[in-house]
């Protein structure tokens, strides 16, 4: 009962909060990000759903999120609360109840409840979240993409925008939830998940040794097992042994191993794992900025990462001479050092710059590493804060 009162009391929050409700947690709870979630957020979770249903938060299984109306997710989710051990089935579960003995886990969250982490941002985008990158002293910021009013464009639920931004240097590794001290905890040094019997996954620990998938009880649950070390001092990168003897412990930082010997086969009496060397960033990792909302409601591949050359001037309000700019790569620029409605367009690198102005009475961040249009409230925004 003293739930429902609390969930009612939330609704009439939603309902009269002219502007986004904050995140969750200690981030997201913070002045900085409620600029990039500038409407409502709709999920196909809600549609067909009566007002005050509740639908579970995939990012935490521990909280869930209330349908405000038809097809329309409130913008922020809930914890059950103390006495509750997750959220399942449409409800609360009480940890006295038999089905929540064992603690709920998260899948592909990360940290000490998690199942993962996750690196890819979900698509929809119900809520900005963080995902780890291939760089464990980086992560992904994950924001749908603002439908306001021109010059914006019109988006539909599935876009979704993402950047990578730096851990601050106090705190410089990332565990999938937050950046932290505890190197041992990045992403890259937890086992993958087996899908297959016989798959190959590296060891985290020792990049000269693998693991492999097996039904050790036979019962289906696939568990790896190992190390097992490739011959001859090899090392394992992407699903393979390599002759090459020289390499990097994904838990280590360092450079880059090398990987252009060919394919040898490991010991132990197991599977050779077969196939050509793959790189363990893939093809999937998105580069900083890329598929991201621009002041302009476009797509932009270049992001925050690039600056201005030299060549610009500075006038005495602190503001860019737009005649002296030089556009070093695609993207947007601050036009000010103060944050200010107007900003700088690069359509292509070398072209010529134009001026734009962000829709409404959003401001334009001065921080370049993130370009982008935000409430004047939140300006100046700088990634480096989020975890401080």
């Given at each position: 009962m003293l739930l429902r009162r609390e969930l009612i009391i939330s609704l009439a929050l939603v309902a009269s909060c002219a502007c986004v409700m904050p995140m969750g947690n200690e981030f997201f709870g913070s002045a900085y990000t409620?600029?990039?979630?500038?409407?409502?957020?709709?999920?196909?979770?809600?549609?067909?759903?009566?007002?005050?249903?509740?639908?579970?938060?995939?990012?935490?299984?521990?909280?869930?999120?209330?349908?405000?109306?038809?097809?329309?997710?409130?913008?922020?989710?809930?914890?059950?609360?103390?006495?509750?051990?997750?959220?399942?089935?449409?409800?609360?579960?009480?940890?006295?109840?038999?089905?929540?003995?064992?603690?709920?886990?998260?899948?592909?969250a990360g940290g000490d409840g998690g199942g993962g982490c996750a690196t890819e941002c979900p698509d929809p985008v119900t809520a900005t979240t963080v995902v780890a990158s291939s760089d464990c002293t980086k992560f992904k910021l994950c924001f749908a993409a603002p439908p306001t009013a021109l010059p914006y464009r019109m988006y539909d639920q599935s876009t979704r925008g993402e950047v990578e931004i730096s851990c601050p240097s106090d705190t410089p590794f990332f565990n999938g939830a937050e950046c932290g001290n505890d190197k041992a905890a990045c992403c890259s040094c937890k086992e993958g998940t087996c899908t297959k019997v016989g798959d190959f996954l590296p060891d985290p620990n020792d990049c000269h040794s693998y693991l492999q998938c097996v039904d050790q009880a036979g019962d289906g649950v696939l568990v790896p097992v190992g190390p097992i070390p490739c011959e001859n001092g090899g090392s394992f990168v992407g699903t393979a042994c390599t002759a090459d003897t020289e390499c990097e412990n994904?838990?280590?930082?360092?450079?880059?191993?090398?990987?252009?010997?060919?394919?040898?086969?490991?010991?132990?009496?197991?599977?050779?794992?077969?196939?050509?060397?793959t790189t363990?960033?893939?093809?999937?990792?998105?580069?900083?900025?890329?598929?991201?909302?621009?002041?302009?409601?476009?797509?932009?591949?270049?992001?925050?990462?690039?600056?201005?050359?030299?060549?610009?001037?500075?006038?005495?309000?602190?503001?860019?001479?737009?005649?002296?700019?030089?556009?070093?790569?695609?993207?947007?620029?601050?036009?000010?050092?103060?944050?200010?409605?107007?900003?700088?367009?690069?359509?292509?690198?070398?072209?010529?710059?134009?001026?734009?102005t962000c829709a409404g009475d959003l401001v334009f961040n001065p921080d370049p590493a993130f370009p982008y249009c935000v409430r004047p409230e939140n300006c100046p925004f700088h990634p480096s804060k989020i975890f401080n």
């Open positions: 409620d600029h990039w979630l500038v409407g409502d957020t709709a999920s196909p979770d809600c549609v067909g759903a009566a007002p005050g249903s509740l639908v579970p938060d995939d990012t935490d299984c521990t909280k869930f999120y209330v349908c405000v109306a038809d097809g329309q997710l409130s913008p922020t989710s809930f914890p059950c609360g103390d006495d509750y051990e997750c959220f399942a089935a449409g409800a609360c579960v009480l940890t006295t109840d038999a089905d929540a003995a064992t603690k709920c886990e998260t899948p592909c994904a838990c280590d930082a360092g450079s880059s191993s090398d990987t252009t010997a060919g394919v040898t086969t490991p010991a132990g009496g197991v599977t050779t794992p077969a196939g050509g060397v363990a960033s893939g093809s999937d990792t998105t580069a900083p900025g890329s598929d991201t909302t621009t002041p302009g409601g476009e797509s932009t591949t270049s992001g925050g990462d690039t600056t201005a050359t030299s060549a610009e001037t500075t006038t005495s309000d602190g503001c860019t001479d737009l005649a002296d700019f030089v556009c070093t790569a695609q993207g947007y620029y601050a036009h000010c050092i103060t944050c200010e409605s107007e900003y700088i367009n690069c359509q292509t690198s070398g072209g010529t710059p134009t001026m734009g």
